[in-house]
Every structure is written in structure tokens, then in C-alpha cells.
């Protein structure tokens, strides 16, 4: 929102400009502040990234501990997360950009998988263990 609103600004403030000077030092603008932002729309998509990794884990457990299934708490909590996330990135996105959150998201599913895996393993030895 600060971005529109500073382009607006820009924009009432050069309306009677030359008009090929005024868009070229418009894209100059555009170029210099999203190079400013870029920086914190990453660590926010990696902090969302973090949060989203930890709150998988936290209810993943807390399903499996109320005795929920396995393969049904692992689904249900991944599309979850997932579309949190996917909100989350969008409220950070920048309109003017051209970023995308899909490598982190992709990130997001493999450590996801990863820990449903590590999870699953350990339940399954757990099983094992006791079985015999």
C-alpha cells in the first residue's frame, strides 16, 4: 500500500512533466523501491515459511496424540498449512512485482513430507519395538 500510494504521489506531483521523461523516471522509481522491498518480502515469505513448517509439526502431534490417523491428520493439517501459507504470501506480495512464493512453498511441501516421513518412521519402531 505505501508503494501505491507513493507512485500516486508521484504521479499528481509530475502530471504536467514531459510525459516520456515523467514514465521513464517513473520506472526508474518503481525499479529503485521494489529493490528496496525486495529484501523484506523475502524474510517475511521465509519467516511465513518457518511458521508454517512449525505449525505442522505442533499439529500433526497434537492430532496424533488425540488419536487421530496417521495418513488422515498428515492430509488434512499439509492442505491446512498449505493454504495458510499461500494467503500469507499473498497479503506480503508486492502487486508491482513480479515475485513468486512458489520455490518456498515448494520448500514448504518437501520439509512437510520430510517430517511426516521422519514422523511415520518413528511411529512405525515404536510399533515394531513393542510388538515384540
Do not use: C
Not at 504521489?9 to 522509481?29: G, M
Not at 500469507?88 to 508491482?96: E, H, I, L, T, W
Amino acid at each position: 500500500m505505501v508503494i501505491i500510494y507513493a507512485f500516486n504521489r508521484y504521479d499528481e506531483e509530475t502530471i504536467f512533466f514531459d510525459e516520456s521523461v515523467r514514465n521513464a523516471k517513473r520506472k526508474q522509481l518503481e525499479s529503485n523501491a521494489l529493490d528496496i522491498v525486495y529484501p523484506a518480502y523475502t524474510t517475511m515469505i521465509g519467516h511465513l515459511r518457518s511458521k508454517a513448517l512449525d505449525d505442522f509439526k505442533t499439529k500433526l502431534d497434537q492430532a496424533l496424540n488425540n488419536g487421530e490417523g496417521f495418513a488422515a491428520s498428515v492430509q488434512t493439517w499439509t492442505h491446512s498449512i498449505l493454504l495458510e501459507f499461500d494467503k500469507g504470501s499473498d497479503d506480503a506480495s508486492v502487486r508491482q512485482a513480479k515475485w513468486g512464493a512458489s520455490k518456498v512453498r515448494d520448500k514448504l511441501r518437501r520439509d512437510i513430507d520430510s517430517h511426516a516421513l521422519a514422523v511415520r518412521n518413528a511411529k512405525l519402531l515404536e510399533i515394531t519395538t513393542n510388538f515384540e
